[in-house]
């Protein structure tokens, strides 16, 4: 093997064992492209130059950033649309019923930017079973300037425009320059971290809505396993996990039943 090939071996063994993401080799040239910025950034000649001191001399700062260099952050406002349909439709309004103190707890458990987050606290504040509920949304993410953006909630005019809509951005954000910021009632509910999923989760609080959308595709068998049982211990007896559209728990933990009518949507069995 090459010295590059063995360098790029070695950031995606980095990544798997930090993150749980796999890249496979077919992705030398996505991490080659992301990870040789990052060197440059960080004062090295080169990408060879980084993955030596990592060999030696590992740092948390200069992992951390590698691993975010490699996480895939492609998101917008109200991805897939009937996931927050079956929210406003079903979910929030069996939840509320169930729930005779008035509180409902939504974790994005991979937030990225932050649009998955704000997009299902506004669902949840258009649901009109909603009224006089309170909502929490706990929005997570490996990568710590997606946690800050999100918690900044600022996004510029073309972020905006990727499925938010006029009468929803104007009803929600206000006008910050040449950006949008969200606005009160949407931050006031909003509490952002650092989570890596793949490690004991700090969550202290039972959640009624995980929405682990569009995660476990980049994990390999064992770590998706782990994650969904990790996602058992966190979640209400009574509540609902949401995977992305080709994800499912077929396979992987029998202790998950899917329901009717709601393609990706999971109970505790």
């Known amino acids: 093997m090459t010295e590059l090939s063995l360098d790029l071996t070695f950031l995606r063994d980095l990544v798997r064992r930090e993150s749980g993401i796999v890249l496979e080799s077919g992705k030398d040239y996505l991490v080659s492209s992301r990870v040789t910025p990052v060197a440059h950034d960080l004062g090295y000649r080169g990408l060879s130059d980084l993955v030596r001191d990592l060999r030696h001399h590992p740092a948390a700062r200069t992992t951390s950033r590698v691993v975010e260099a490699l996480t895939t952050n492609e998101t917008l406002w109200f991805r897939d649309l009937e996931p927050f349909a079956a929210l406003r439709r079903v979910i929030l309004p069996e939840l509320v019923r169930a729930r005779p103190a008035r509180r409902v707890r939504l974790w994005s458990a991979a937030c990225s930017s932050g649009q998955e987050p704000y997009s299902a606290l506004m669902t949840a504040f258009e649901t009109p079973d909603m009224m006089g509920i309170a909502v929490q949304m706990l929005a997570t993410d490996l990568s710590a300037a997606m946690v800050e953006r999100t918690r900044e909630g600022r996004y510029s005019r073309v972020e905006v425009a990727r499925g938010l809509g006029r009468e929803r951005l104007m009803r929600w954000f206000v006008a910050d320059g040449e950006h949008w910021r969200a606005g009160p009632e949407l931050t006031a509910a909003l509490s952002a971290k650092v989570v890596n999923l793949t490690r004991p989760l700090p969550v202290a609080e039972q959640q009624d809505v995980i929405l682990l959308r569009n995660v476990l595709i980049y994990f390999d068998v064992e770590t998706k396993r782990e994650v969904l049982r990790r996602m058992r211990r966190v979640l209400a007896p009574d509540g609902y996990l949401m995977l992305g559209a080709t ?16 393609p990706g ?5």
Do not use: I, K, M
């Open 247 to 262: 994800e499912s728990t077929v396979g992987l933990d029998d202790a998950w039943r899917p329901v009717a009518g709601l």
């Open 265 to 269: 949507v999971y109970r505790p069995g």
